[in-house]
Nanobody, 123 residues
């Protein structure tokens, strides 16, 4: 089992940038596909992005493609989400997750979750 801790959230104005980090402990991150999800106030948790265990394949939900970039450093045991051109609708708690996934776009595919980090984008 791997333990995950997110960081890097905060308050930013629309058009600004943030970089989220997901640090892993326990089992090495290189054994897992990794994903980012988010939950906005009053909404269901939704998929944001996924990256394969070797970093060779990524996929994004349509609303963030071209603005967000998922990456990982298996030596540092950390995954990242660079978020640019942020919009108020990106406001949510962001969660990282680890697992051996098929598509990686559904929460049930993941075994381990972090506690989340709040991102708030003001207009």
């Amino acid at each position: 089992q791997v333990s995950l801790v997110e960081s890097g959230g905060g308050l930013v104005q629309a058009g600004g940038s943030l970089r989220l980090s997901c640090a892993a402990s326990g089992r090495a991150l290189r054994y897992y596909d990794m994903g980012w999800f988010r939950r906005a106030p009053g909404k269901e948790r939704e998929f944001v992005a996924v990256i394969r265990w070797n970093g060779g394949d990524t996929y994004y939900t349509d609303s963030v493609r071209g603005r967000f970039t998922i990456s990982r450093d298996n030596v540092k045991n950390t995954m990242y989400l660079q978020m640019n051109s942020l919009k108020p609708e990106d406001t949510a708690v962001y969660y990282c997750a680890a697992g051996d996934v098929v598509s990686g776009t559904t929460a049930r595919e993941y075994d381990s979750w972090g506690q989340g980090t709040q991102v708030t984008v003001s207009s």
